[in-house]
Structure formats: C-alpha cells, structure tokens
C-alpha cells in the first residue's frame, strides 16, 4: 500500500477528530488563527523568493508579465480564502497582492481588494512609507496622466477617484489637486469651459502651486464668450 492511500485509510479510520483538533493541513490552513499564522508563514517566504525573481528582471514589460500570468494566478485564490476565513491580522500577502493588481492597472479587482484591506486596517509594505489612500491616489493619476498624455482617456476611475481623494481621504493637497488640474485640462479640450473652470479653481485652492492659471485665464474667457454668445442669441422676452 503506498503511503498516500495509508494516509488516507488512517485519516477515514480515525475519523473528524483528527482534523478538528488544529492540526495543520492545507485543507484546514485558515481554519483558525494558529493554522492562520502557519500558512501565512509559508505564503510570505514564497513571496519573497517571488519578489526576489520580479527584481531580477531588467524589462518593465517582463515584470508586469511575470506578476500578471503567473504571480497573480498564483496568490490571489489564497488571497480569496483569507478573506472568506474571517480572520483579520496583518497579512503583507494580501498587500502585495493589491500592488500588483495596480501595477498590471487591475483597477476594479486593485480597488475592492483595497477597500477590504482599508477596513480590516492594513497597512501598506514598509518599503512603501505610505498609506493606503496615498498610494491609490498617487498611483491613479500618475496612470491618468500618462493615459491622456497618450491620448487614452483615463476613465471612469478618474472621475470615479475624485470624491474620494478629494473628501472622504485626508491626502497630502497636491494629489487631489492633480485630479482637478487633469480634469479641468480634459475639460477645456472638449469645451466645456464652466467645468474647467470649476476643477481649475478647486485645484488651485487645494495647491496653489499646482500651475493652473494660464488655463483658467484661457478657461474663463472662453466661458465669458460663450455666455454672452448664448445671452444674444436668445430672444429677449416679451411681455
């Protein structure tokens, strides 16, 4: 008999007892807070070494490929089950794993993993130096700028970004300016100047050194004109 089918004639003869007394096996890994840390353990050692082969790699294009079609695969299912087990400990597996879904510009599975990790009160890696909001915000728009620089559009998640980094997270002023600055750009490019002037104006108050005001200039006289284009042509009213 080999030893796998031995195995599994003692587990069969012994019965559930032997599995509930917290014993450590891949089927019961986030059964509790013990078996938990145990798998955590192994799960972190392995990403290390991952880590270790993303660093070796020169090409942007070879690490994004690396995270995106093996990495990711990889981490992400253990990633689902913690989150289902109900546990709540620091856990750098599942942060990292929120980098490099932001990284390889995941940005729906990057955002919700992100609000998990916000509510159970993560923090980010320590190479990092920053929260999590910090990091979503510099790392969205720094995205949304290279986008419009291609001239992709970088929505929704720039628009679908702003209440957040300007309201709901305490940010340093100048990212939700950037936000502002970027929209009031896309807007005077499709001539809708009163929003323009409107996300010119917020990013200014945000951060004055932000270098909106040749636009805004640009931005409010092209409103003024069209506003008084609008007033000619309607007809006055009669009484």
């Known amino acids: ?32 807070p013990a078996n938990a840390q145990k798998h955590l353990a192994l799960m972190t050692t392995a990403m290390a070494e991952d880590l270790g082969r993303i660093s070796d790699l020169n090409a942007m294009a070879d690490r994004q490929r690396l995270k995106r079609e093996e990495l990711l695969p990889k981490y992400l299912d253990y990633v689902q089950r913690y ?13 990292q794993v929120m980098v490099w879904l932001f990284d390889t510009e995941q940005f729906e599975q990057a955002l919700e993993l992100a609000d998990f990790a916000m509510e159970q009160g993560q ?35 720039l628009t679908q970004l702003l209440p957040r980094v300007d309201g709901e997270w305490q940010l340093f002023e100048r990212i939700p300016a950037r936000y502002h600055k970027l929209l009031g750009i896309i807007a005077m490019e499709q001539s809708d100047w009163d929003q323009a002037v409107a996300h010119f104006t917020r990013a200014a108050e945000l951060y004055p050194e932000i270098g909106v005001k040749t636009r805004m200039d640009d931005a409010t006289k092209a409103l003024r004109k069209q506003l008084a284009e609008l007033e000619k042509a309607t007809p006055a009213a009669t009484e």
Request: proline share 9%.
């Open 83 to 95: 989150r289902d087990s109900g546990l709540n400990h620091p856990n750098l597996v599942v942060m």
């Open 123 to 157: 923090a980010m890696p320590e190479r990092f130096r920053r929260d999590i909001p910090t990091f979503i915000g510099d790392t969205l728009i720094d995205w949304a700028e290279a986008e419009h620089k291609a001239k992709r559009s970088p929505e929704p998640y």
């Open 1 to 32: 008999m080999s030893l796998a089918l031995a195995h599994k004639r003692r587990v069969r003869e012994q019965g559930p007892a032997a599995t509930s007394a917290g014993a450590y096996t891949p089927g019961t890994a986030l059964a509790g």
